[in-house]
């Protein structure tokens, strides 16, 4: 799973990040409500542990914004306030669970589990830049209205580019994004699967919209 972990206070941020990366989770990190939001609007995330209590938005005002321009990606809210009316205004601001300060990390991963489980909504499954479009349930892929084939590695890559089309990621976000904690990867990798897609992209004449940027990475142009 991409985590996004939104937490004010740097030691229990890093904890968290830790223990999610010993389980092979990719996890990136926010100490407040708008670097929660802007990381959360290039999306490709599938959970969020959000802490309630921020310095500068508070957490269910974080939950309401991020609803209200159509994220559904499951949050977890942690906090210290555990009365049932704190658990019941989380929930009701569009928290999908609840976890009270101070909790187990076990817990914390299961409770992520569970969320993983849970059915992607049908808006979410539709990636689309400009002519170009994944469906991840099916896993299809169309570019200028022609199928390409694409293997399951590939397809992931393409599905973060498209998430973050128009801005420009480094081999280590694509790295930590498509391949997470597997052992034994180079950055070179990277590089090896841009070829890959833009020799597809090719044959329908779309090379040009997956560029790169002379020493910072690559990015793919959103398109119409």
């Given at each position: 799973?991409?985590?996004l ?13 830790r ?16 670097g929660a ?12 542990v ?5 310095p500068?938005?508070d957490?269910t005002?974080v939950l309401q ?16 306030l555990?009365?049932v ?11 999908d ?5 101070p909790?187990?990390?076990?817990e ?16 979410e499954e ?5 002519d170009?479009?994944l469906?991840?349930q ?24 498209i998430?973050?089309?128009g ?11 498509v ?11 990277v ?18 919209r ?6 910072v990475?690559y990015?793919?142009?959103a398109?119409?």
């Amino acid at each position: 799973m991409r985590v996004l972990v939104v937490d004010d206070e740097p030691r229990m941020g890093e904890l968290i990040r830790r223990v999610l990366l010993a389980e092979r989770h990719v996890v990136d990190l926010a100490e407040d409500g708008v670097g929660a939001l802007a990381l959360a609007k290039a999306g490709g995330y599938d959970a969020i542990v959000l802490d309630r209590m921020l310095p500068d938005l508070d957490g269910t005002e974080v939950l309401q914004l991020l609803r209200s321009r159509g994220d559904r990606t499951p949050v977890l809210l942690l906090t210290a306030l555990g009365s049932v009316e704190q658990r019941v205004a989380g929930l009701d601001a569009g928290a999908d669970d609840y976890l009270a300060k101070p909790f187990a990390f076990s817990e914390l991963l299961a409770r992520l589990r569970a969320l993983g489980r849970r059915p992607v909504a049908a808006a979410e499954e539709r990636l689309v830049a400009g002519d170009i479009e994944l469906d991840e349930q099916r896993h299809v892929a169309r570019v200028a209205d022609t199928t390409v084939e694409l293997t399951a590695r590939e397809f992931a890559f393409l599905a973060y580019l498209i998430r973050n089309a128009g801005q420009v990621l480094s081999r280590r976000q694509i790295l930590d994004a498509v391949w997470g904690a597997e052992p034994d990867v180079y950055s070179n990798v990277v590089d090896l699967y841009v070829s890959y897609l833009r020799r597809k992209l090719a044959a329908v004449g779309r090379a040009r919209r997956l560029r790169t940027v002379r020493g910072v990475g690559y990015t793919l142009d959103a398109g119409d």
